[in-house]
């Protein structure tokens, strides 16, 4: 049998596929196997996320998690870790729940996960790009032509296309007569025009929640850091909201907005405020924003509310103070002008979930076809939740498929 693409779920496909006794050719066009994971986590590989199957779950959309529910039971967040441990890789698991390797270096996750491949004789054919998938199924790559009753595609999505991930898969799945749900971007950065904040690139705001807002209404929020970028915004925040940013910018313009002291409410903020300006009435603004916001952030900051970051809290009036206490609250960033694909982590959209089943991961519409890991609609939040569903989904599908 065949499988296409040597991600983490084609990995995961092909060993468990070989384990079971088949014999196993798994093409990949890149020149190595595990390209994206090697860039997972900036390099450190976020292997998984910790806790019960049913908390994992929990993070995905609903539908999404039902549609994982029976892979992630039969091959947890456990059972990659062991797989890798029981290989001399040694993990951690943040206080957050992601899971990394000690050393950091997703090098050791691909060369742990290659040598498996190595060591149940699975046929790794590099540097070779499948061009067309007909019926049946022959395959056609740049190497030539190959045939099997029973395929893996797991050919991922359309992000970071650096790593081999074109969207390749899709026109092929449409052909073999699949819905494709649209694909769109997310855990992706943003561009937008920053030039009125007066911020610099590499900056960063801690522990903010950032909004998106359409027509005042809010539509996403995360709370985390927040990184200004030369064109935009970055940073966990930024890839929190992505998703809902991307689909709502298909219908009108999105917001956002950084909350900057999300445990305050608008009361305390604005009582910490006058007590600061009765303490202190010599005291410059910039002063009290310091505490609030990186150095280089505080003339921006300051001048958004229409105020000097020089003026002495005793020349604050009750407008300016209100104004302040409004952009602590809600600082307008702009209006996003991009969510960019190509930079995101992954991609929201591909095969429907209702013509896979689940328990096996074959297609309802295409005998012998089997899909798993991104190229089927589904994104998990950042923290490990997306390579899970590649090694669970990936497991299954190669747990499922028939041989004589
Ligand atoms: C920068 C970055 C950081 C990330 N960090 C994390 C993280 O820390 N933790 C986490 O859980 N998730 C992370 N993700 C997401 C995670 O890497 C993906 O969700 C996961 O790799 C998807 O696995 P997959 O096997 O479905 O697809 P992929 O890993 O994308 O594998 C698909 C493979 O198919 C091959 N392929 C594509 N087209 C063809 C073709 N025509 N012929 C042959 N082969 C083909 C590709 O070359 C690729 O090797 C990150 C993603 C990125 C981009």
Redesign the pocket.
């Known amino acids: 049998m065949i499988v296409?693409?040597?991600?983490?779920?084609?990995?995961l496909a092909s060993y468990t596929a070989a384990m079971r006794g088949a014999k196993v050719l798994l093409?990949?066009?890149?020149d190595r196997?595990?390209?994206?994971?090697l860039?997972?986590?900036?390099g450190?590989?976020?292997?998984?996320?910790d806790g019960p199957i049913e908390d994992v779950l929990r993070a995905y959309p609903r539908n999404e998690a039902q549609f994982l529910r029976p892979s992630f039971y039969c091959y947890p967040n456990t059972e990659i870790v062991d797989m890798l441990t029981a290989q001399g890789l040694r993990v951690y698991t943040r206080p957050n729940g992601?899971i990394?390797p000690v050393d950091q270096t997703?090098k050791d996750v691909c060369r742990i996960l290659h040598q498996y491949l190595l060591d149940v004789g699975v046929e790794i054919q590099l540097s070779?790009?499948?061009?067309d998938i007909e019926p049946g199924f022959v395959i056609h790559?740049n190497q030539g032509d190959f045939e099997s009753e029973q395929i893996i595609l797991?050919?991922?999505?359309k992000?970071?296309p650096k790593?081999?991930?074109?969207?390749?898969?899709y026109p092929w799945v449409t052909k073999l007569g699949h819905t494709l749900a649209p694909i769109r971007a997310a855990?992706a950065p943003m561009e937008m025009n920053l030039e009125g904040l007066g911020v610099k690139a590499g900056v960063a705001l801690r522990d903010v929640v950032l909004k998106g807002r359409v027509s005042g209404k809010e539509i996403a929020r995360w709370r985390d850091d927040l990184l200004f970028t030369h064109r935009g915004v970055s940073g966990p925040t930024v890839l929190g909201v992505a998703r809902e940013v991307a689909l709502a910018m298909e219908t009108g313009s999105v917001l956002l907005e950084v909350d900057l002291c999300p445990d305050q409410s608008f009361e305390q903020v604005s009582a910490k405020l006058q007590t600061w300006k009765s303490k202190n009435p010599n005291q410059q603004l910039a002063k009290f924003l310091e505490g609030l916001v990186p150095n280089s952030v505080v003339e921006g900051f300051a001048q958004s509310c229409g105020i000097e970051p020089a003026d002495k809290a005793q020349e604050l009036g009750k407008k300016e103070l209100n104004r302040l206490v409004e952009a602590i609250k809600g600082w307008k960033l702009g209006e996003v002008g991009e969510v960019v694909m190509e930079?995101?982590?992954?991609v929201a959209g591909g095969v429907e979930l209702g013509e896979v089943d689940p328990h096996t991961m074959e297609s309802r519409v295409c005998p012998g076809l089997h899909l798993?890991?991104?190229?089927?609609d589904v994104?998990?939040p950042?923290?490990?939740?997306?390579?899970?569903?590649?090694w669970s989904?990936?497991f299954v599908a190669g747990d499922s498929i028939s041989f004589g």
């Open positions: 296409i693409g040597a991600g983490a779920a084609g990995i093409l990949e066009k890149t196997v595990g390209t994206k994971i860039v997972s986590g900036g450190k590989c976020n292997i998984t996320h992601r990394f997703a070779t790009r499948v061009l790559t797991s050919v991922g999505g992000s970071f790593t081999g991930t074109t969207g390749d898969g855990l930079k995101g982590e992954v798993c890991g991104e190229i089927l994104a998990g950042v923290g490990g939740y997306n390579l899970q569903a590649a989904t990936g």
